[in-house]
């Protein structure tokens, strides 16, 4: 049985943490995961497995009412790479995660930094009017056009990400973004709504699992959810709200501190290794 702390936080303080957390994921739509799990460890003693559970069950809220505001609000979204990046990531939730773990957990850690830190840089390059792809995509706009293209890509990148998602417990919507941004040369309000829509039916089937198994708390996860729903509505509003060279740079800030803290990480786990008599 999960055993929570001797001084239980209250129902204020974890819908205060789902609200947070629901702000940051409708602001940038990324980066929920990497904000709930600290203060959950802090307020419970979950096992790492339920920590991980109870932050992705959150994100039924921010994904759902983050998608639908950018949706309703004005913002846009890529339904072209989008639908086979949501079919994807959806099926990359179930079925890819054992498949991904089997590559080495140093390698996927240095892809995440690596593409964390090139977004970095097309977005400073952006802000600072210098981008050489001048807001267009990595790829031929004839390729992107093109259905028989697009759907089997988007497809293939969904799957890998949601992977990702399920097996490492991080790195969704950051690595989605990018995604469209950099292949799809969507603009980043854009990406972050079609982000936030693709990972909705991944959190729900994600949640499923983890109640399966016993590996989420339903009611912080119920908790969590309900502070949820206004700040993701507010981050949401506030992304459309801002310029695009404003939140590109709060995105890219974000983006390099969370690659600063994985370097941070992978040091340390170096320094342990190299510590540890064999």
Request: charged share 10%; net charge positive.
């Amino acid at each position: 049985m999960e055993r929570t702390s001797t001084t239980t936080p209250g129902t204020p303080a974890q819908l205060g943490v789902g609200f947070i957390g629901g702000g940051i994921g409708g602001l940038l739509a990324g980066g929920r995961g990497v904000f709930y799990v600290p203060p959950l460890e802090k307020m419970f003693t979950f096992s790492r497995a339920t920590l991980h559970g109870t932050a992705g069950a959150a994100n039924i809220a921010v994904t759902g009412i983050g998608a639908a505001t950018f949706a309703l609000a004005g913002g846009s979204i890529d339904l072209h790479a989008g639908t086979g990046l949501l079919i994807g990531a959806t099926a990359g939730a179930v079925l890819g995660a054992r498949l991904i773990l089997r590559a080495p957990e140093l390698l996927l850690r240095w892809l995440f930094i690596a593409i964390l830190l090139l977004t970095c840089g097309k977005l400073f390059l952006d802000v600072a009017g210098v981008d050489p792809l001048r807001g267009s995509a990595l790829l031929p706009d004839t390729l992107i056009a093109n259905w028989w293209f697009t759907l089997p890509a988007s497809l293939t990148l969904g799957f890998a990400i949601g992977a990702w998602s399920a097996g490492m417990g991080l790195g969704g919507g950051l690595l989605a973004v990018p995604v469209l941004m950099l292949l799809f040369g969507a603009d980043l309000p854009t990406a972050e709504g079609t982000s936030l829509l693709m990972f909705f039916p991944n959190s729900i089937v994600g949640t499923f699992v983890h109640a399966w198994q016993g590996t989420a708390n339903p009611a912080t996860s119920v908790r969590l959810n309900l502070g949820a729903i206004p700040g993701a509505c507010l981050g949401a509003l506030a992304a459309l709200a801002l310029n695009t060279q404003t939140l590109g740079l709060i995105f890219a800030v974000f983006a390099l501190i969370v690659a600063a803290r994985e370097l941070y990480r992978l040091n340390g786990r170096r320094r342990l290794a190299e510590a540890t008599p064999r």
